[in-house]
């Protein structure tokens, strides 16, 4: 390699990084050498929110816009807008053919970061969420404005087995289903919701911290069987090694940034019609 060029390059490298530094103070330390880390990650994921301009960089939901004033998750941003945040389900969404779903059904939607990705991807033209908190239901119809008011959106309450039955046919037949409700699909998941969504492709976070959780997992298992193909997902490795948009971020703040605060590795099930 021409050394002109190798020196450029270098230079080029290393100049986010010697600016970065050149911008910390003794002051800055001292605040940050004093930070919990649930303080730490907030700080660095809304920064890694400024440095990629609020729209999602990589993955599935490229070119996403998310809100900075989040209801939910605020410390998941930086992983978010990497496409690094709940991998798992990520690469499924990524292998989604277009209209290979008539509908996508989010319960438990938070701020609709998978409802407004999936419309902003174009996999699916529908999407209905599920979202008790008022304060959610606004936040993702106003992430959905700001992505442009793609596809169609519909924004109910509370998920249980009336609210689901009134669903109608075509709602629930060949849809994509996440559901996310940190604990509570253990008493959502009866057998009479599940015959309702028999003919959805279904992808549940199991919570391992529920009361008497071997007993619920158990049973929900056995009564899915009925209906479904059961597949426990594989944990996903994530990195943050190849993203040029970090690499002044030092060792602990990358690995910090894409941490989901979980207490174990976590179970992701899919559930296939059988």
């Given at each position: 390699m021409d050394i002109t060029k190798l020196i450029n390059s270098e230079l080029e490298y290393y100049q986010?990084?010697?600016?970065?530094?050149?911008?910390?103070?003794n002051e800055n330390l001292t605040v940050w050498r004093n930070e919990t880390v649930q303080q730490r990650q907030e700080r660095i994921s809304l920064e890694c929110y400024d440095l990629l301009k609020g729209q999602v960089s990589y993955g599935p939901f490229k070119g996403l816009k998310l809100n900075k004033d989040t209801w939910w998750g605020k410390l998941d941003l930086g992983s978010m807008l990497l496409g690094l945040y709940e991998k798992e389900i990520l690469d499924i969404i990524s292998n989604i053919k277009q209209?290979?779903?008539?509908?996508?059904?989010?319960?438990?939607?938070?701020?609709?970061y998978y409802a407004c990705g999936i419309l902003n991807s174009k996999k699916i033209n529908n999407a209905i969420c599920f979202e008790q908190s008022q304060k959610g239901q606004e936040v993702i119809h106003q992430n959905w404005i700001n992505n442009g008011s793609l596809g169609s959106l519909t924004i109910y309450g509370e998920a249980n087995l009336q609210s689901l039955e009134k669903l109608s046919e075509e709602d629930v037949q060949n849809a994509l289903v996440l559901i996310d409700i940190e604990g509570f699909e253990f008493e959502l998941l009866t057998t009479e919701v599940l015959a309702v969504l028999k003919n959805c492709t279904i992808i549940i976070e199991i919570h391992n911290w529920a009361d008497d959780f071997i007993n619920k997992y158990r049973t929900l298992l056995m009564n899915a069987a009925k209906h479904f193909k059961i597949e426990p997902l594989k944990p996903v490795d994530r990195s943050c090694f190849n993203y040029p948009e970090l690499r002044h971020f030092t060792d602990d703040n990358r690995a910090l940034l894409i941490s989901e605060r979980r207490p174990c590795l976590m179970r992701f099930i899919k559930l296939t019609p059988l």
């Open positions: 986010p990084i010697i600016e970065t530094a050149s911008k910390v103070n209209d290979e779903y008539s509908n996508f059904i989010d319960i438990g939607a938070a701020d609709g």
